[in-house]
Nanobody
Framework: QVELVESGGGLVQAGDSLRLSCAAS????????MGWFRQAPGKERDFVAG???????NYADSVKGRFTISRDNAKNTAYLQMNSLKPEDTAVYYC?????????????????WGQGTQVTVSS
């Protein structure tokens, strides 16, 4: 069964850091590209960052320089290190997986999704 499980969310203050983890079943992690998306209340789900199996990555402009995506293929886990958090980063963060090595920014191109983890940044 294909499965992605996120963890690491929480309530922090502006300027703090968090690291999200996405544990994938072996079959899911065979998907070449992993992505992180987020959805704030009343807004659409937006692309945050993506990484291919060999480490190529891409970021949304809003998080460049603050967030870092990585993956540990031996542990079947992807990570999102979030630094200098801002209140506008508050959202539910989702991990997603897709075949192929193109980092798509549209969520519809990712067939597998986790359940999401809440990140709340207070001012």
């Amino acid at each position: 069964q294909v499965e992605l499980v996120e963890s690491g969310g929480g309530l922090v203050q502006a300027g703090d850091s968090l690291r999200l983890s996405c544990a994938a079943s072996a079959r899911t992690f065979g998907m070449r590209t992993m992505g992180w998306f987020r959805q704030a209340p009343g807004k659409e789900r937006d692309f945050v960052a993506g990484i291919t199996w060999n480490g190529d990555h891409n970021y949304a402009d809003s998080v460049k320089g603050r967030f870092t995506i990585s993956r540990d293929n031996a542990k079947n886990t992807a990570y999102l290190q979030m630094n200098s958090l801002k209140p506008e980063d508050t959202a539910v963060y989702y991990c997603a997986a897709k075949p192929g090595i193109i980092i798509e920014t549209r969520g519809a191109n990712y067939p597998y999704w986790g359940q999401g983890t809440q990140v709340t940044v207070s001012s």
